[in-house]
Nanobody
C-alpha cells in the first residue's frame, strides 16, 4: 500500500510563509494528479489546489486569493504547497493526495471520492 507523507507544517505568526512537501518514501510512479486539502477543527475537509501529472496545469480554490502555490517535481510525484501571508483561518491539518484521473477545474470533483492515495496530514497553526 502506497502511503504519502507530508512535512513542513508548524506554528507560525499571521503573515508568515510555510512550504509544505509531500511524497511517497518508496516513490510514486505514474501519471498522477496531485492535490492539497485542509481540514480545520470541527469542519469538513476542503479542497485547496491540484496540479496535473506533468505540472502544466493547476487549479485552486477561489478562497485562497492567490496566496498559495502548488508545484511538483519529477516522475516521483513529489508535490509542494507554498503558502504566503498566512492567516489564523488557515489553521488546520493539511493533506496531500494522488489520483489517477486528469486534473479537473471543478472544486466539487475533488470532494466526492477523489484520491487514490492520501497522507496522514501535517498540522499548520497560524497565531494572530
Amino acid at each position: 500500500q502506497i502511503q504519502l507523507v507530508e512535512s513542513g507544517g508548524g506554528l507560525v505568526q499571521a503573515g508568515a510563509s510555510l512550504r509544505l512537501s509531500c511524497g511517497a518514501p518508496g516513490g510514486l510512479y505514474g501519471a498522477y494528479t496531485m492535490g492539497w486539502f485542509r481540514q480545520a477543527p470541527g469542519q469538513e475537509r476542503e479542497f485547496l489546489a491540484a496540479i496535473s501529472w506533468n505540472g502544466d496545469s493547476t487549479y485552486y480554490a477561489e478562497s485562497l486569493e492567490g496566496r498559495f502555490t502548488i508545484s511538483r517535481e519529477g516522475v516521483r510525484n513529489k508535490v509542494y504547497l507554498q503558502m504566503n501571508n498566512l492567516k489564523p483561518e488557515d489553521t488546520g491539518v493539511y493533506y496531500c493526495a494522488a489520483d489517477r484521473h486528469q486534473l479537473s477545474v471543478k472544486t466539487s470533483y475533488y470532494l466526492t471520492g477523489w484520491g487514490d492515495y492520501w497522507g496522514q496530514g501535517t498540522q499548520v497553526t497560524v497565531a494572530s
